[in-house]
């Protein structure tokens, strides 16, 4: 069963922007988790947080080189968590995942429990 289901990467100019959405199945355990984070991977580099929110309260957590750029947000009526890309950068090429866990706080992928798909997020020069 897909727990968590990504939509929205693509390909983009250096300077635009992109929203991605994930989705929880409502059916999944994945939707009673607290934590939801977004974590991206480059091709040949480690997997990294990106952002995460907590889906019961009002904290966020951002990377340092997100800080103003990148917005997570959620809607609970769509089970949804998105992440608004703006001033993109070719450094921001990766495949985009989100994710679920016990916490917001927590950066470390090894604390999220569920994971989806992923999503490729290009950015041209």
């Known amino acids: 069963q897909v727990q968590l289901e990504e939509s929205g990467g693509g390909l983009v100019q250096a300077g635009g922007s992109l929203r991605l959405s994930c989705t929880a199945s409502a059916s999944g355990r994945a939707f009673s988790r607290d934590g939801r984070g977004w974590f991206r991977q480059a091709p040949g580099k480690e997997r990294e947080f990106v952002a995460s929110i907590s889906w019961i309260g009002v904290n966020t957590k951002y990377a340092d080189f997100v800080k103003g750029r990148f917005t997570i947000s959620k809607d609970h009526a769509k089970r949804t968590v998105y992440l608004q890309m703006n001033s993109l950068k070719p450094e921001d090429t990766a495949v985009y995942y989100c994710?679920?866990?016990?916490?917001?706080?927590?950066?470390?992928?090894?604390?999220?429990?569920?994971w989806g798909q992923g999503t490729q997020v290009t950015v041209s020069s």
């Open positions: 994710a679920a866990g016990n916490s917001y706080y927590y950066v470390q992928s090894n604390m999220y429990d569920y």
